[in-house]
T-cell receptor, first 116, second 111 residues
Framework: AQTVTQSQPEMSVQEAETVTLSCTYD???????LFWYKQPPSRQMILVIR??????QNATENRFSVNFQKAAKSFSLKISDSQLGDAAMYFC?????????????FGKGTKLSVIP | NAGVTQTPKFQVLKTGQSMTLQCAQD?????MSWYRQDPGMGLRLIHY???????DQGEVPNGYNVSRSTTEDFPLRLLSAAPSQTSVYFC??????????FGSGTRLTVV
């Protein structure tokens, strides 16, 4: 079974600065998807960014980018120019591409605080 | 608006009571799932379904039942609530390669 580890339960960043959230995972598969989800106090799960394992290029969505190191099984999220609205729980998630595999495996989350 | 609708948003139960958390989606997604979220534990899969009439267990299925009689609905039943089931519950559906859509969650407290 796959596991996802987020080693930073809490982090903080100054507004306008850059922060990197860490995620590692364990799998024996070669093809899979990785995701970062944001959960603000409203509880809604919001997809931030996704990465297909077969793509070498790191995914980027505006101020959010990832550093995907497949060999190291690492998938960190970088948030540039942090804004107050970025304060939330962030979850890293893995999805297998095996037959019949649709479920997401989540890490335990990182709570990000943004300091004005 | 298209999406996943969960009801209720909040619920307090007494130990031993039963209840059903409702989940409905209007996107014609075949795959639906239930997760529970506990502090420091992330989201853990309870049950999932790959289509009407087909359900299977996830990581933490004990104490929960599900059924899938239609594509749209995937209710989660607690037959005899226990304090250990105090949690936030999310329903999610998936369409396409990675198009997960989550409901807004149900905060359940069992006293």
């Amino acid at each position: 079974a796959q596991t996802v580890t987020q080693s930073q339960p809490e982090m903080s960043v100054q507004e306008a600065e850059t922060v990197t959230l860490s995620c590692t995972y364990d799998t024996s598969e070669s093809d899979y998807y990785l995701f970062w989800y944001k959960q603000p106090p409203s509880r809604q799960m919001i997809l931030v960014i996704r990465q297909e394992a077969y793509k070498q290029q790191n995914a980027t969505e505006n101020r959010f980018s990832v550093n995907f190191q497949k060999a190291a099984k690492s998938f960190s999220l970088k948030i540039s120019d942090s804004q107050l609205g970025d304060a939330a729980m962030y979850f890293c998630a893995y999805r297998s591409l095996g037959a019949g595999s649709y479920q997401l495996t989540f890490g335990k989350g990182t709570k990000l605080s943004v300091i004005p | 608006n298209a999406g996943v609708t969960q009801t209720p948003k909040f619920q307090v139960l007494k130990t031993g009571q039963s209840m059903t958390l409702q989940c409905a989606q209007d996107m014609n997604h075949e795959y639906m799932s239930w997760y529970r979220q506990d502090p420091g534990m992330g989201l853990r899969l309870i049950h999932y379904s790959v289509g009407a009439g087909i359900t299977d267990q996830g990581e933490v299925p004990n104490g929960y039942n599900v059924s899938r009689s239609t594509t749209e609905d995937f209710p989660l039943r607690l037959l005899s609530a226990a304090p250990s089931q105090t949690s936030v519950y999310f329903c999610a559906s998936m369409g396409g390669i990675y198009g997960y859509t989550f409901g807004s969650g149900t905060r359940l407290t069992v006293v």
